[in-house]
């Protein structure tokens, strides 16, 4: 069993476009979601540092890509995130087209960390990026996040609605309840990414 050490995990770089990202070795694994869904604060509770990824009450302030390195060969990746509704529609469309790019282009993308707010899972943009990570082979770790503001009965209705929904599409379905806030499903999401690091390596 592989077993990596993900508290020296450390920035390398950000970028606004797919052309600047200049590294092709390795592999990286992407967190994706919609604007303040928590993706930056899971990859600072799965590095247990504090201000790695910059975690913000401000939702879509995370406007790059931004690459950080856990081990010299494997990365891991903070997108931005997608529809936050207060922002013009130049900006939406043109962040839209950099995770469509990145998605349908980046080669050393081996599998996707999909946050969704336990609370409202499977937004019409999820489906959208659903869609194309199935059409494009890459697997898919669905975290559903924040579940600290839910009772443990309502987590196990929402895992069961979100389970049932993709078990349509997806073969293998896996989806796990986190929190950053309590600590939740952390061990999940490392043995999840020693897994696919141990695939490729
Ligand atoms: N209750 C709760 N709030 C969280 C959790 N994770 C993040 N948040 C809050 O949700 C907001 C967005 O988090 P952030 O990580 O910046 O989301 P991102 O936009 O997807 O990167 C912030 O106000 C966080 O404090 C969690 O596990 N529980
Ligand atoms: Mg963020």
Same mark, same amino acid.
């Given at each position: 069993?592989?077993s990596? /050490?993900?508290?020296?995990?450390?920035?390398?770089?950000?970028?606004? +476009?797919?052309?600047? /990202?200049? /590294?092709?070795?390795?592999?990286?694994? &992407?967190?994706?979601?919609?604007?303040?869904?928590?993706?930056?604060? &899971?990859?600072?509770?799965?590095?247990?540092?504090?201000k790695?990824? !910059?975690?913000? +009450?401000?939702?879509? !302030?995370?406007?790059?890509?931004?690459f950080?390195?856990?081990?010299s060969?494997? !990365?891991?990746?903070?997108?931005?995130?997608?529809?936050? &509704?207060?922002?013009?529609m130049?900006?939406?469309?043109?962040?839209?087209?950099? @995770?469509?790019?990145?998605?349908?282009?980046r080669?050393?993308?081996?599998?996707?960390?999909? %946050?969704?707010?336990? !609370?409202?899972?499977? +937004? @019409?943009?999820?489906?959208?990026?659903?869609?194309? &990570?199935?059409?494009?082979?890459?697997?898919?770790?669905?975290?559903?996040?924040?579940?600290?503001?839910?009772?443990?009965?309502?987590?196990?209705?929402?895992?069961?609605?979100?389970?049932?929904?993709?078990?349509i599409?997806?073969?293998?379905?896996?989806?796990?309840?986190?929190?950053?806030?309590?600590?939740?499903?952390i061990?999940? %999401?490392?043995?999840?990414?020693?897994?696919?690091?141990?695939?490729?390596?």
């Amino acid at each position: 069993m592989v077993s990596i /050490i993900y508290n020296k995990t450390c920035f390398l770089k950000s970028v606004s +476009k797919i052309s600047d /990202i200049n /590294i092709e070795h390795g592999i990286e694994i &992407a967190f994706i979601g919609y604007s303040n869904s928590g993706k930056s604060s &899971a990859i600072n509770s799965l590095t247990n540092q504090k201000k790695l990824a !910059r975690s913000s +009450k401000k939702p879509g !302030r995370t406007q790059l890509i931004n690459f950080f390195q856990v081990i010299s060969n494997f !990365r891991i990746v903070d997108l931005p995130g997608y529809g936050y &509704a207060k922002c013009p529609m130049s900006i939406k469309l043109k962040w839209q087209k950099l @995770i469509y790019n990145y998605l349908k282009k980046r080669k050393p993308l081996k599998g996707l960390v999909f %946050l969704m707010d336990i !609370r409202y899972p499977l +937004k @019409i943009y999820d489906q959208y990026i659903i869609n194309i &990570a199935i059409n494009q082979n890459i697997p898919i770790f669905i975290l559903l996040s924040k579940c600290d503001k839910l009772t443990l009965t309502q987590q196990k209705k929402q895992f069961q609605i979100v389970y049932t929904k993709l078990k349509i599409f997806l073969q293998d379905v896996h989806i796990e309840l986190f929190s950053s806030f309590k600590k939740i499903g952390i061990s999940k %999401l490392q043995s999840q990414l020693n897994i696919w690091y141990k695939q490729y390596k």
